[in-house]
């Protein structure tokens, strides 16, 4: 797998979410924080950060291993309660699926996973970017991992085809742009559960968003 290790989170190319290819951000909110950074020899400052964004198929192995070893820690009620059939049900449904994994040299430290979908918005058809999965590892919290992920899982998202998802932490998407919306959520597919989470958002907000519409996901939550 290629990576760019000396790109800049700054010039970074949003990835269209269909890319098959790689794309490596290095990225900080705060680029001057030492924490975030290894000192070579000549005495710069090279970005430790780094993210890959790649479609789930085209993930070298252990890359899909390592993110499902942090799914597996950060939501093992999932796993408890599942067989390995289920399991691997799962986990086939991620073809097609976008992530944005952080890695400290070969390590999994952060993962947020994207796929296009289409949801019902009041009778009209309206193009979203589900975002899901979005975690970092518990010993390395408050790293920047987390933002880092989110932010290049967001980069393909736009007015007009928003990032949708629900989450727990709205202040850690608020800081990056995104807003909580109060529409009612359903969704038209029997049997499966619409949203689960606090509070559902999107990205980037809008002002003139109307929160009065009805949204049928079309499927089940993510
Ligand atoms: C939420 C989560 C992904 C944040 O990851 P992280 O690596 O600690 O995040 P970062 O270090 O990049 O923090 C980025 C910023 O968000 C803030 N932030 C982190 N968690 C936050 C939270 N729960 N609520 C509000 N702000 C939060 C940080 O303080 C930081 O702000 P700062 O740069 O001003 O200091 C991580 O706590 C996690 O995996 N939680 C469990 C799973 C989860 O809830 N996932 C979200 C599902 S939608």
């Known amino acids: 797998m290629h990576v760019n290790a000396s790109s800049s989170y700054d010039d970074r190319t949003p990835l269209p979410i269909t890319s098959c290819h790689p794309v490596a951000v290095v990225a900080s909110?705060?680029?001057?924080?030492?924490?975030?950074?290894?000192?070579?020899?000549?005495?710069?400052m090279l970005p430790k950060l780094r993210v890959e964004s790649v479609?789930?198929?085209?993930?070298?192995?252990?890359?899909?291993?390592?993110?499902?070893?942090?799914?597996?820690?950060?939501?093992p009620t999932v796993t408890?309660?599942?067989?390995?059939?289920?399991?691997?049900a799962r986990y086939a449904q991620l073809a097609g699926h976008q992530i944005h994994v952080g890695l400290d040299s070969a390590e999994v430290i952060s993962v947020a996973r994207t796929f296009?979908?289409?949801v019902d918005l009041a009778g009209t058809p309206q193009?979203?970017?589900?975002l899901a999965s979005v975690c970092s590892h518990p010993d390395r919290r408050g790293e920047g991992w987390g933002n880092a992920v989110?932010?290049?899982?967001?980069?393909?998202?736009?007015?007009?085809?928003?990032?949708?998802?629900?989450?727990?932490?709205?202040g850690f998407y608020e800081r990056l742009g995104s807003a909580v919306i109060a529409n009612p959520i359903t969704t038209s597919v029997p049997d499966v559960d619409a949203f689960t989470d606090t509070?559902?958002?999107?990205?980037?907000?809008?002002?003139?968003w109307d929160e009065t519409l009805p949204i049928d996901l079309l499927s089940g939550g993510w």
Not at 55 to 75: E, K, M, P, Y
């Open 29 to 44: 909110a705060r680029d001057n924080d030492c924490r975030r950074h290894d000192m070579c020899d000549d005495g710069v």
């Open 55 to 75: 479609l789930w198929n085209d993930a070298d192995t252990h890359v899909q291993a390592g993110c499902v070893a942090l799914w597996d820690t950060v939501w």
């Open 80 to 88: 408890g309660v599942e067989s390995l059939d289920q399991r691997t």
């Open 116 to 118: 296009e979908h289409t």
């Open 127 to 130: 193009r979203v970017i589900a």
């Open 150 to 170: 989110v932010e290049a899982a967001l980069s393909s998202a736009s007015p007009t085809v928003p990032a949708l998802f629900q989450t727990g932490v709205r």
């Open 199 to 208: 509070w559902v958002m999107v990205h980037p907000g809008r002002a003139d």
